[in-house]
C-alpha cells in the first residue's frame, strides 16, 4: 500500500528556530501534497497544497512566509516554520496523492512540534 | 467556501452496540473520504464513495453517500474496543478535502 514517511516525529525548541519537517512518499510519486495542522481533540485545517515543481497554495490565513513549503520531487516535500514561537506548537501532518487528485489522500505520522 | 459538518462530536458507546456518526457539507461534493485516526496517531483512510446512493461494507462497518451527494454516515454494528478512535469524513471539491469534525468514539466494555 501508499506510504508516506513524515520526519521527525517529535520537535522540542526554542523560541525563533526554524523547524523543517519532511514529507516522503516511499512507493508512490505524488504528485500534490497536502500539510495540516491540528490542534488537540480537533479536525485537521488545510494549510496549504503543493504540486510538484510549482508554488504552494496557501489557505486563507495561513503565512506563506511562515510556513515555506517546497515541492521539489515527487517524492518530497517540506514544510519550514520559520522563527517558530509558542502559538505555532501544534502537531503538524502531510498527505500526498497521485497521480489523480480524486484519489484517497495517504497521510504522515504527523509531527508533533513544541516550541518553548 | 465548502463547510462539512459531523455529528455526534462524541460517541459513548456499549460494547457490542451499534451507532452511527453523520455527515453534512454546504455544497455538493464529488466524493466523500472516511478516515479513522486512534489516539496519538495519524489518519487512516478507510472508505471513498464516489456515487449518488452509493452503500459500501467492510465487515462491520457501512458507510452510505445521500442521494444528493451531501451527506453521508457510517454505521458501525456490534461495537469492538478495536473501534475506538476518532472518525472523519472529508468531503471532495475540487482537489482538496475538507474535514468534518470528526466523532471521537469510546467504548465501554
Known amino acids: 500500500g501508499a506510504v508516506v514517511s513524515q520526519h521527525p516525529s517529535w520537535v522540542i525548541c526554542k523560541s525563533g528556530t526554524s523547524v523543517k519537517i519532511e514529507c516522503r512518499s516511499l512507493d508512490f510519486q505524488a504528485t500534490t501534497m497536502f500539510w495540516y495542522r491540528q490542534f488537540p481533540k480537533q479536525s485537521l485545517m488545510l494549510m496549504a497544497t503543493s504540486n510538484e515543481g510549482s508554488k504552494a497554495t496557501y489557505e486563507q490565513g495561513v503565512e506563506k512566509d511562515k510556513f515555506l513549503i517546497n515541492h521539489a520531487s515527487l517524492t518530497l516535500s517540506t514544510l519550514t516554520v520559520t522563527s517558530a514561537h509558542p502559538e505555532d506548537s501544534s502537531f503538524y501532518i502531510c498527505s500526498a496523492t497521485g497521480p489523480y487528485s480524486n484519489q484517497p489522500q495517504h497521510f504522515g505520522d504527523g509531527t508533533r512540534l513544541s516550541i518553548l | 467556501g465548502q463547510q462539512v459538518m459531523q455529528i455526534p462530536q462524541y460517541q459513548h458507546v456499549q460494547e457490542g452496540e451499534d451507532f452511527t456518526t453523520y455527515c453534512n457539507s454546504s455544497?455538493?461534493?464529488?466524493?466523500i473520504q472516511w478516515y479513522k485516526q486512534r489516539p496519538g496517531g495519524h489518519p487512516v483512510f478507510l472508505i471513498q464513495?464516489?456515487?449518488?446512493?452509493e452503500v459500501k461494507k467492510q465487515k462491520r462497518l457501512t458507510f452510505q453517500f445521500g442521494e444528493a451527494k451531501k451527506n453521508s454516515s457510517l454505521h458501525i454494528t456490534a461495537t469492538q474496543t478495536t473501534d475506538v478512535g476518532t472518525y472523519f469524513c472529508?468531503?471532495?471539491?475540487?482537489?482538496?478535502?475538507?474535514f468534518g469534525a470528526g466523532t471521537t468514539v469510546t467504548v465501554r466494555a
Open positions: 464513495l464516489v456515487k449518488s446512493g
Open positions: 472529508a468531503g471532495l471539491d475540487d482537489y482538496k478535502l475538507s
Open positions: 455544497t455538493t461534493l464529488s466524493n
